[in-house]
T-cell receptor, first 118, second 119 residues
Framework: DTGVSQDPRHKITKRGQNVTFRCDPISEHNRLYWYRQTLGQGPEFLTYFQNEAQLEKSRLLSDRFSAERPKGSFSTLEIQRTEQGDSAMYLC????????????????FGEGSRLTVL | AQKITQTQPGMFVQEKEAVTLDCTYDTSDQSYGLFWYKQPSSGEMIFLIYQGSYDEQNATEGRYSLNFQKARKSANLVISASQLGDSAMYFCAMREGQMSSGGYQKVTFGIGTKLQVIP
């Protein structure tokens, strides 16, 4: 399977604990995105990497959130001192570099990591 | 103002019938793209169809077509011959700005429409 993979798929944690999610994008995709989706809402942008550089961060991303993509391949999203409001689905997506005129900017999503904070 | 507006929280359609899911958008960019994604209960976002702002023809992909009305800023999804497997959340999304070799093209999603296909 050469799609975007995320791990773990489900995480239940107690308030105050740290959690880390991993995303492996499609191998030839240099762009990687993290989104958060809460119940009844569409995905909300959190952060964007182009290769290993983190080029955009949403104001939604508080100081407790940190994302890395150290070698321009997989990425991790860490949430420190989790709060109940962090409960959500964390979606990772990747996209290829634009080439020619037929690149749409389509995002290829993983299956998401669902976080429940008790 | 909301960038993407989906006004139908839920829709029902009889199997084999067609259904239209509404989407309006707001942007001042001349170059932008519109997407529809399907999200089944498993959670994965599945790309369905794309329409570029300069495309003169409405996009079609199998049973999916996008009714693009640029002056009205609407990009409705039409699903023909609905199947039970079409039951899912459907999200309209917009990419603002022109694709380029650098920088970030923001993709904004609506809140979705839950479609249920009735046998």
């Amino acid at each position: 399977d050469t799609g975007v993979s995320q791990d773990p798929r489900h995480k239940i944690t107690k308030r105050g604990q740290n959690v880390t999610f991993r995303c492996d994008p499609i191998s030839e995709h240099n762009r990687l995105y993290w989104y958060r989706q809460t119940l009844g809402q569409g995905p909300e942008f959190l952060t964007y990497f182009q290769n290993e550089a983190q080029l955009e961060k949403s104001r939604l991303l508080s100081d407790r959130f940190s994302a890395e993509r150290p070698k321009g391949s997989f990425s991790t999203l860490e949430i420190q001192r989790t709060e109940q409001g962090d409960s959500a689905m964390y979606l990772c997506a990747s996209s290829p570099p634009p080439t020619g005129t037929d690149n749409t900017g389509e995002l290829f999503f993983g299956e998401g990591s669902r976080l429940t904070v008790l | 103002a909301q960038k993407i507006t989906q006004t139908q929280p839920g829709m029902f359609v009889q199997e084999k019938e067609a259904v239209t899911l509404d989407c309006t958008y707001d942007t001042s960019d001349q170059s932008y793209g519109l997407f529809w994604y399907k999200q089944p209960s498993s959670g994965e976002m599945i790309f369905l169809i794309y329409q570029g702002s300069y495309d003169e023809q409405n996009a079609t992909e199998g049973r999916y077509s996008l009714n693009f009305q640029k002056a009205r800023k609407s990009a409705n999804l039409v699903i023909s011959a609905s199947q039970l497997g079409d039951s899912a959340m459907y999200f309209c999304a917009m990419r603002e700005g022109q694709m380029s070799s650098g920088g970030y093209q923001k993709v904004t999603f609506g809140i979705g429409t839950k479609l249920q296909v009735i046998p």
